[in-house]
């Protein structure tokens, strides 16, 4: 499934075709706040990119942080905000023909992977949630959100991002039960913060918890009633650390594939030689 045309066409009416390619969406370490300082720009011409920029988001995954970065700035709109947007269609020409991959299977186990950066809005210091849902090696659904609070710690932001994973897999459960698709077995989520599992297995952790609102302890219940299950994932094999942060191009490039965006497959040709998305 892709946006080529779509694609193609947002390139020539922002006048790209004559740009460089770049290999990532975003430069690496980069950060943006809304006082950056710098020449104003209209509003106008920059929230429509937004807009179709987001659009593109239901093939690109793998730009979703940066448009969604590059959205906190309408009201308050620089050269530097604008440069950042015309550096993710450089990267889009390089992948006009790219989409996600839908394949066949007889599996409809769901899994999901959770993570978050910590107070990566260097101007609220907020921090991000971000999740991921396989069903077998086909990405199903995806999030990349502000939190609507300040954590204090990371084992806080892991463990609120953690839960707000959890409540979307309950939720796809009753969904996929209805579309004669039930989870037989308890949804696997995984993390690569060793303290929000034990928190989560183990409400008794008072100095971990004791500044976590009450309403996301909603994951002990989940967790007791077998509905999800938490386990660990090693830090390298984050997915959803495209959607939360800037990446190195080799890691950018692998995590990009593992969520099933690749180029357009002529018919014919050898799909499972070109497809491997297994941990």
């Known amino acids: 499934m892709n946006q080529e045309k ?36 209209n509003s106008t011409t920059f929230k429509s990119l937004v807009g179709l920029l987001r659009y593109l988001t239901c093939t690109h995954l793998d730009i979703l942080f940066k448009v969604r970065l590059v959205s906190r700035f309408m009201k308050t709109l620089t050269m530097t905000h604008f440069k ?119 409400p008794v952790f008072y100095d971990r918890s004791k500044y976590i609102d009450t309403r996301f302890h909603n994951l002990w219940d989940c967790i007791a009633n077998k509905k999800v299950e938490v386990k660990y994932v090693k830090t390298q094999d984050k997915v959803t650390d495209i959607f939360i942060k800037p990446l190195k191009y080799d890691v950018f490039i692998k995590i990009r594939d593992l969520l099933g965006v690749i180029k357009k497959l002529s018919l014919g040709g050898d799909v499972e030689s070109k497809l491997d998305f297994r941990f």
């Open 6 to 41: 779509f694609a193609r066409e947002v390139l020539k009416k922002f006048k790209i075709e004559d740009y460089a390619k770049v290999n990532t969406r975003v430069e690496c370490e980069v950060k943006m706040s809304k006082n950056d300082e710098g020449e104003r720009i």
């Open 84 to 202: 950042a947007l015309k550096w993710i269609l450089r990267y889009i020409k390089g992948i006009v023909n790219f989409g996600l991959f839908y394949g066949y299977s007889n599996n409809f186990e769901l899994v999901g992977y959770s993570d978050s950066d910590c107070a990566g809005d260097i101007d609220d210091r907020k921090s991000t949630t971000s999740f991921v849902f396989y069903m077998e090696d086909t990405t199903f659904t995806w999030s990349s959100k502000k939190q609507s609070i300040v954590t204090l710690s990371t084992c806080e932001v892991e463990y609120i991002a953690t839960t707000s994973c959890v409540c979307n897999s309950i939720w796809l459960r009753r969904l996929l039960k209805e579309l004669w698709m039930p989870q037989e077995k308890h949804i696997e989520i995984y993390v690569d913060n060793s303290s929000v599992i034990a928190l989560a297995k183990n």
